[in-house]
């Protein structure tokens, strides 16, 4: 971390993440790629139970934050004890989600469908048959998000892509088969696709509880009901926070689609095929930023400003260049990739400029993604917040409630542009305080280090 080149540091650490990003955000686009062979409306049904899904992700990832904080504090404090206690309180805490997840089934998942459905049946009917089996079969996703974070927590990071490739993989194989009917299973349709995936997750969590058991001896499985209040506190303390902030996000993707439902069902679809689009061409970002973060951590410890210098400036270079490569793919081939998903011709008409406006908007965040990342690894997560939510909440929405009355579609996704491009200067500002407050002082503490051991060598020679 503190001498080998940073090209080559941020490669070889990014790839591994960019493999398991890749994985987790190829099955989420093959099931909406068969789902758009039963019709758009089924489509439409899937974009619309995207931004509960991820609300439940939220849910899962601020457990498994929290769990990653205070597990790898103990183990550093070698406090095998807390180790064992903390990691069975994030067992519970997976329970407790799941039962919260149900809980929201049953009391609130036909009244938001009857909201966000605007009276299409099939849509209701489509979108209910999916999202019930994935909330109330949640479990797995729920502890594989903790198992995965304990084989994380302790370095081993090859096995987590195991249990990863494995939920994927199951995924991958089942949805043809349970979504269309083929090897004399009953056709399922939008319900075939929810049982590949809660199947799929169950696999990995089956996998990531074995994989832990055999080769990930640092932290003991031992499940209990009786579990610390501290243990739980110091978990939820880190990933609180972290389910907030995602969850707010993913409550954006709700209200823009009650937005495009003033146009047409048309448009919500176009919004989750872009959604999922997004998550694949955003994957190499992601991994950059994810390998950048313990890069940065360790050389702002070590008080090297010219690395963390250098390792932004890789990180924004290398991140703009894939991006650049991906804005020409979309901007060249946007009719063929709505055709992946069975498009009709008007939503290959809605489809094409929503594309290559997008495109744009993902090449434009890269300077948002990098800074909100430099932000966290310095220990500014405050400031990543603010970013975010100018970034993905407030400018977008505003921009698009305002922009919905020109009934002009296209400018929802202009949006999404003028949303970059107005929160950069926000981004930049916070980048400067960082770097006068933050990172200028390094320089400075290096040298008094300096001028003490001169002096100190030298009273010792005298």
């Known amino acids: 971390m503190g001498t080998q080149p940073i090209p080559k540091l941020l490669l070889k650490n990014s790839l591994p993440l960019m493999l398991s990003l890749f994985t987790c955000s190829l099955y989420n686009v093959v099931d909406s790629i068969f789902v758009s062979h039963l019709s758009e409306g089924a489509l439409t049904a899937l974009s619309l139970a995207a931004p509960v899904q991820s609300l439940m992700s939220a849910l899962g990832c601020g457990i498994a934050v929290g769990l990653n904080a205070a597990i790898s504090k103990a183990m550093g404090e070698k406090n095998q004890k807390k180790v064992r206690e903390i990691a069975s309180a994030s067992m519970v805490l997976a329970i407790l989600a799941w039962m919260l997840i149900v809980l929201a089934c049953l009391i609130g998942m036909k009244p938001y469908f009857a ?15 999916y999202l019930r089996i994935c909330m109330l079969v949640s479990l797995g996703q729920m502890v594989q998000w903790v198992f995965d974070r304990f084989l994380i927590a302790t370095g081993r990071s090859s096995l987590f892509l195991v249990t990863l490739s494995t939920a994927s993989v199951v995924n991958l194989i089942l949805d043809p088969i349970l979504i269309f009917g083929y090897l ?4 399922m349709g939008t319900a075939g696709a929810a049982w590949a995936t809660v199947i799929g997750q169950c696999c990995g969590a089956v996998m990531g509880i074995i994989v832990n058991l055999k080769w990930n001896p640092e932290i003991p499985i031992l499940f209990t ?20 902030m995602q969850g707010i996000v993913a409550c954006t993707g709700i209200i823009m689609n009650t937005i495009l439902q003033a146009f047409s069902s048309t448009a919500i679809a176009i919004m989750g095929v872009c959604h999922r689009l997004q998550s694949l061409a955003t994957i190499p970002v992601h991994g950059i930023n994810n390998a950048l973060i313990p890069i940065i951590a360790y050389n702002y410890g070590a008080k090297h400003r010219t690395r963390i210098n250098q390792s932004i400036r890789c990180a924004m270079i290398g991140s703009f260049a894939i991006m650049g490569v991906v804005l020409l793919l979309l901007l060249c081939l946007p009719a063929q990739i709505l055709q992946l998903f069975d498009a009709s011709e008007y939503l290959l008409a809605l489809g094409i400029p929503a594309i290559r406006l997008l ?16 932000f966290q690894s310095l220990g500014k997560g405050d400031f990543t917040l603010y970013l975010t939510l100018l970034r993905q909440v407030v400018l977008p929405l505003g921009l698009a409630l305002i922009f919905r009355r020109s009934g002009n579609l296209s400018m929802i996704w202009v949006a999404f542009i003028l949303a970059e491009v107005l929160s950069a200067p926000f981004a930049a500002l ?10 200028l002082p390094l320089d400075e503490d290096t040298t008094a280090d300096t001028l003490t051991a001169s002096m100190t060598s030298r009273t010792e020679s005298e």
Not at 115 to 124: K, L, P, T
Not at 430 to 439: A, E, S, V
């Open 115 to 129: 909201w966000q459905a605007s009276g299409n049946i099939q849509i209701y009917n489509d979108g209910i048959a």
């Open 359 to 374: 495109a744009v908007s993902y090449f434009l965040s890269v300077f948002g993604l990098v800074c909100g990342t430099v």
């Open 430 to 439: 916070l980048m400067q305080r960082i770097r006068r407050r933050i990172l």
């Open 225 to 244: 009901l009786r579990v610390k209040g501290n243990c739980i506190a110091d978990i939820l303390r880190v990933g609180v926070p972290t389910a907030i």
């Open 184 to 187: 004399g299973f009953p056709a």
